[in-house]
């Protein structure tokens, strides 16, 4: 049986992450995290607790040492719980999207959640998805893939999946969303948004689905072959 092994997806949001992720995941058959829904479980309890996700403030800190997070598998879905609720579909909220870029900036949090994903990694293979996998969480991961495209194709990803849950929101919001979140995760002073040295590229701006997943599956493969 082959050893425990780690393969790290970082990228900006609307890359195609989550979905390429999880399906790599299954076609590998190891377990899936990921990370950004546990930024926004934090996001979300905060905002629900009447707490600023902006600052490092006492009181965050206090709740979040409340914050239970685990990923369940329920009918064949991974779902985030938040002690002990589903907040799936909650923390896809786009309220919840500016917040957890907001969290994610302070290192309070990111050094609380990057302990639970390194705990959540020991003895088995995980793939996880983020930001600073690659660069920070697991710097010795196994396979790492930084996985981007054009903003404006992100945006028009991003808008189509909003509109197809009934969000309303426009697609010039949507693009102005996606801009201010690519700038706060490229530019926060800790752990940002950055390609590691070692990672492999993967610009699915003119890549379908299946072409992007296979540009994926095929580079692990050759990266665990060698490993
Ligand atoms: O991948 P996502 O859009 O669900 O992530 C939500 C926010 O969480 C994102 O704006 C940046 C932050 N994040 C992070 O800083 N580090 C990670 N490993 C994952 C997400």
């Not at 979040?64 to 896809?92: P, Y």
């Amino acid at each position: 049986m082959q050893k425990p092994y780690i393969v790290a997806i970082d990228g900006p949001a609307g890359a195609g992450k989550s979905t390429l992720a999880k399906r790599l995941a299954k076609a590998l058959n190891i377990a899936y995290n990921d990370t950004g829904a546990m930024y926004r479980a934090c996001a979300l309890y905060a905002i629900e607790s009447g707490i600023s996700p902006k600052v490092d403030s006492e009181e965050l800190r206090k709740l979040l040492k409340t914050a239970e997070i685990d990923f369940r598998t329920v009918s064949e879905e991974q779902k985030i719980f938040l002690n002990g609720a589903d907040v799936s579909l909650k923390i896809r909220e786009p309220h919840i999207s500016t917040g957890a870029s907001d969290i994610s900036a302070i290192p309070y949090v990111r050094d609380l959640l990057v302990t639970m994903q390194r705990n959540m990694a020991t003895g088995k293979s995980v793939l996880m998805d983020g930001r600073d996998i690659g660069t920070n969480v697991f710097p010795n991961a196994d396979v790492k893939i930084y996985l981007t495209a054009a903003v404006e194709e992100r945006a028009k990803r991003r808008f189509e999946e909003l509109r197809e849950k009934g969000d309303s929101s426009t697609y010039e919001t949507v693009l102005a969303e996606m801009i201010s979140r690519d700038e706060n995760d490229k530019n926060r002073a800790y752990a940002p948004l950055k390609q590691a040295e070692d990672a492999e590229l993967i610009d699915t701006t003119n890549l379908n689905l299946e072409e992007s997943f296979d540009a994926l599956y095929q580079y692990t493969l050759k990266k665990l072959q060698t490993k």
